[in-house]
């Protein structure tokens, strides 16, 4: 039995038997797999703690049969223990996480993908970014990751490069005035340079920008249909989000 060393963070665990718990991990090394940890809850070692949602973890995994794994051993590196104590930020965590599994899919090694969202919910935990940021951030940056990068350089419908002011969902990208259509987005001004900075900063420095509460709201919002719209999926987690926040 080959066993395999790497990190990953626990997207989320439930109980089953006496003293188990079947845990989905997205690991940096085998992408997001479902994984047993036999005897979870009765142990006095670590693996208890170290199986609860969102903590990024060091495993070590056996492998019993092909792409199915076990958790041997684990040690907790950040266990993002502000989301448990604020619950917006928990179901921000939580819609994050569905849609990176959904975007990705399971045993699909992303380590993009998963940087993403460990920044993410760093920024949200210990940054001071607000919820509303850190979606609409996040949404971007993996619809962008996964290959569906909305077009901003030039309108979608004509390819012009001058009066960018609308984006539109079906389009994939922005429009010109003369282009726009009833359902377009208007965002001339400060959510269009919020937009362009979110698509194209440095991924280290993807949340070091600062906006205004409009902006925020419309961004949010466009973002989030647009990655549904992409995905083509619908999310109870987003829907349990929006009714907190
Ligand atoms: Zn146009």
Not at 125 to 131: K, M, Q, R
Not at 210 to 233: A, G, M, N, P, V
């Amino acid at each position: 039995m080959e066993s395999i060393k790497t990190n990953g963070l626990i997207l989320s665990a439930r109980n089953y038997g006496e003293a188990n718990r079947m845990v989905s991990i997205f690991t940096a090394d085998l992408g997001i797999i479902s994984a047993p940890s036999f005897g979870a809850r009765g142990r006095k070692k670590s693996l208890g703690s170290s199986t609860r949602e969102f903590s990024w973890c060091e495993l070590i995994l056996s492998e019993s049969t092909k792409d199915r794994f076990r958790i041997e051993d684990s040690l907790v590196r950040e266990g993002f223990f502000p989301l448990s104590e604020d619950i917006v930020k928990l179901a921000a965590a939580v819609y994050f996480s569905d849609l990176a599994q959904n975007a990705i899919g399971v045993n699909n090694p992303d380590k993009e993908v998963l940087s993403l969202l460990l920044n993410t919910l760093y920024a949200m935990c210990y940054n001071g970014v607000s919820c509303e940021t850190a979606k609409m951030v996040y949404e971007l940056r993996l619809a962008s990751l996964v290959g569906y990068r909305p077009a901003t350089d030039a309108c979608a419908v004509c390819g012009s490069l001058e009066n960018l002011e609308y984006f539109d969902i079906d389009c994939q990208g922005v429009l010109c005035a003369n282009c726009r259509r009833p359902a377009s987005f208007k965002i001339a001004g400060a959510p269009m340079e919020a937009l362009n900075y979110i698509l194209s900063a440095d991924s280290k420095k993807i949340f070091s920008f600062c906006t205004d509460k409009k902006t925020t709201s419309i961004l949010s919002d466009l973002s989030e249909k647009y990655i549904c719209r992409q995905l083509e999926h619908s999310f109870r987690s987003l829907d349990y989000y929006n009714k907190l926040r």
